[in-house]
């Protein structure tokens, strides 16, 4: 009989580049995330 894992992993989505910068986005500045089937939306929460 298989040995069950109880181990589990985080996963991270790590995004980078100026683009994001000119899309609003700064280094340490608070988001959400919305996340349903097949889109993750992100979003800053301060409105510049």
């Not at 995004?15 to 988001?31: Q, S």
């Amino acid at each position: 009989m298989p040995r069950r894992s109880t181990c589990y992993t985080n996963t991270s989505v790590n995004l980078k580049g100026r683009w994001l910068e000119e899309c609003g986005f700064i280094t340490g500045m608070p988001a959400t995330a919305t996340v349903a089937r097949g889109r993750i939306i992100i979003e800053t929460k301060i409105n510049l």
